[in-house]
Nanobody, 123 residues
Framework: QVQLVESGGGLVQAGGSLRLSCAAS????????MGWFRQAPGKVREFVAT????????YYADSVQGRFTISRDNAKNTVYLQMNSLKPEDTAVYYC????????????????WGQGTQVTVSS
């Protein structure tokens, strides 16, 4: 089992920045590819970004490309999501997830999920 705990969410004005963290425990963190997803009210959970287990490869949704950066620190068992130039449409609960299927965008490719952290962007 892998336990994931997100933090760093909050309320921010449009154009601002937030940095989300996801701390992992349980199995060896560096054996897992990590992803960030988000879910807005009334919408399905959607892919945001993913990073491979070494941290050398990343992939982003078109909607966040150039504004968000995913990174990880395997020594700290933590994955991050730096979010810049935030927009009201970025408002959602953000979830981190762990899997072993490579850089995947589909939710079913991830085996473990955190409880989520709320991000609210005001206009």
């Amino acid at each position: 089992q892998v336990q994931l705990v997100e933090s760093g969410g909050g309320l921010v004005q449009a154009g601002g920045s937030l940095r989300l963290s996801c701390a992992a425990s349980g199995r060896t963190f560096s054996n897992y590819d990590m992803g960030w997803f988000r879910q807005a009210p009334g919408k399905v959970r959607e892919f945001v970004a993913t990073i491979d287990r070494s941290g050398s490869r990343t992939y982003y949704a078109d909607s966040v490309q150039g504004r968000f950066t995913i990174s990880r620190d395997n020594a700290k068992n933590t994955v991050y999501l730096q979010m810049n130039s935030l927009k009201p449409e970025d408002t959602a609960v953000y979830y981190c997830a762990a899997g072993q299927g490579g850089l995947r965008t589909a939710r079913v490719r991830y085996d473990y999920w955190g409880q989520g952290t709320q991000v609210t962007v005001s206009s």
